[in-house]
């Protein structure tokens, strides 16, 4: 089941700043810079978050116009996703950006800790954001913070919500959510392929862990993201 | 690796009213002498919720102490649990009865997603609610909704938040959070004796799925409840 290797880049995430480490990417010509170097080494998905000028994240439609026309001009044939994650905005506004249509965007089914909080993904605004894809005709990335998610996006693909073949990142790694446990990581595939036959899939690790869950992913088939 | 069985009663639970069901014991004394025919009959645990007069549900201390008081004296020896969950209260509300030293207190040590609604166990919530548990010497029921919560219940046992034995009971059947899946139910159990050896373990299906997971429970040598 070995599969070509797809590999996905995360360019600038929602958390580090230009203080931890200045060779975050943080204005869209820095991002767009950043994606087409991981473009040319080989990279065809960018997953991709904004920033407010005093580097907070946003969910800004207009940011993401200008991202996601700068990297259709500098990386063509790029797969761009764009994250509808809650720690850019709240509600309705972290679907704003999805009548730019852009090939995927983020989708979380479920809701789990952070390290400080609760990531809230309410049952109605899933489906508000589930209902925007098909609309927009965005393949939606299930981001699979605990097992239930993967049944839950089975769910709303078995009955039409989530149309087409399921594409599922699992994340692990984070704190008070799903640690970076192979034999969890080994489930996840097992239940993947047993409730979304012919579902892809891919896996992120956070921080110090990404390296690890990219070798899992390499020797189980799986796309990797750097 | 079979165990004797014990048979946990839940009476009234926080959802169903007298105008869906006129069986359902409401007033403290209907929960007394409903709970007692359960511990004539054999039942060993009372997961206990208590209720306002108008039915809706509280975490009152008074009314959960009028609760303990009764059970003590009707059903001598019987494990009487009571519920901390989110749907009878909010923030440090939800523990005010742990000073009462019941045996046992539900403990749900992560976030997901309910029918309609986040449930929400922010992490400092959490940490909270173990440490009033270990201070009055009360044994937590971890309520896992989800694998992570697993997980996370064995790495604060792990680090003493949460002393002894672990007890994990398995929610299944919940409608956006996790469903009555055999093989689910089945990786629960390998996760338990993997994470924390030695842990008891028993799964409550909600509604229709209770009698299903009774047997998955009987089969699987865990406990059940009715
Ligand atoms: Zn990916
Ligand atoms: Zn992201
Ligand atoms: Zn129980
Ligand atoms: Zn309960």
Known sequence: MTKPCIICVAITGSLPKKADNPAVPITISEQIESTQQAFEAGATIAHCHVRNDDETT????????????????HCPGMI????TGGR???????????SLRPDMASLSVGSNNFPTRVYEN??????????????????PE??????????????????GRIPGKLYVQFVM????AMPADRD????????VERLAPGAEWCAAGI????????????????????
Not at 59 to 73: V, W
């Open 58 to 73: 946003t969910s800004d439609p207009e940011k993401f116009g200008l991202l996601l026309d700068g990297l259709r001009k």
């Open 80 to 83: 761009v996703q764009l994250s």
């Open 88 to 98: 850019s905005g709240a509600g309705h506004a972290r679907g704003g950006m999805l």
């Open 122 to 139: 309410p049952p109605d605004l899933v489906d508000w954001l589930a209902s925007e894809m098909k609309k927009y005709g965005v393949k």
């Open 142 to 159: 299930i981001e699979a913070f605990d097992l239930s998610h993967i049944h839950k996006a089975a769910e709303m693909n078995r009955d």
């Open 173 to 176: 790694g984070v704190k008070n």
């Open 184 to 191: 969890t990581f080994d489930y996840y595939i097992k239940t």
């Open 207 to 226: 921080g110090r862990h990404q390296a690890e869950i990219n070798e899992w992913c390499i020797s189980s088939g799986g796309h990797t993201r750097t």
